[in-house]
């Protein structure tokens, strides 16, 4: 429930835990509604340890007589504590480990019982002013439904399913149009994409930690 929670609020924030999801691997394709038009698809697997999002979307905003268009082709992977994402409309990316790029963050929560993490997570909707819902089926699963600033997710059982974001006027939403769980999944999914040219966040932070070290800070 904490990510899932966790999620709703921030996204694209990923954190490596244990039992990200309540099923070992899995698939989702989902279709993308409102000022933001397109396709998402995930695959995960070890519960969410390995997992690949790959986005490809249009969004459109209008302000003030101005219209303004946004495409985006990316993809996001988490394989364990390694990472990498890849821009696929300008062939740049970013790799490096989860643990060196934030820290003790990651493992916040990696030694709380079930107990400590229910309440963790009632503390983190009440400090964002989310609510509980109810439950309510969607494509065969019973989901937890979560409001969080008047925006809603369904989470089965940590798997967001379907999402309903306005800000400001702009509305992107999210269905799951396929939803498969106990799959098998190819390591494949989650190797480096070639032909991107990644920055390398672990030497990044190496050089500013010798740059710390020599100015005495």
Known sequence: MLLSITCMVFDTMAQPMRDLYGFKSGHIEYELTGNTTGTKTIWW??????????TNSVTRIEMFGIANE??????SVIDNDSYWTADLITKT??????????GDMAFEYENFGEDELEEAADKL??????????????????????????NKSWICKGVILKSEVETMGVK?????????TNIG????????????????????IRNMEQYRKEQGY
């Open 45 to 54: 697997d070890n519960y969410g340890a390995q997992s690949f999002t790959e």
């Open 93 to 102: 990316g970013e790799k490096g480990s989860l643990s060196a790029l934030i």
């Open 125 to 150: 909707l009440e400090d964002f002013d989310g609510e509980r819902l109810g439950t309510e089926m969607f494509l065969g699963c019973d989901c937890e439904v979560i409001s969080v600033w008047g």
């Open 70 to 75: 946004t495409k985006i082709h990316s993809i």
């Open 172 to 180: 992107a939403n999210e269905t799951a149009i396929r939803f498969e």
């Open 185 to 204: 999944v190819p390591a494949s999914v989650f190797e480096l994409r070639q032909g991107i040219d990644y920055y390398d966040t672990d030497e990044h």
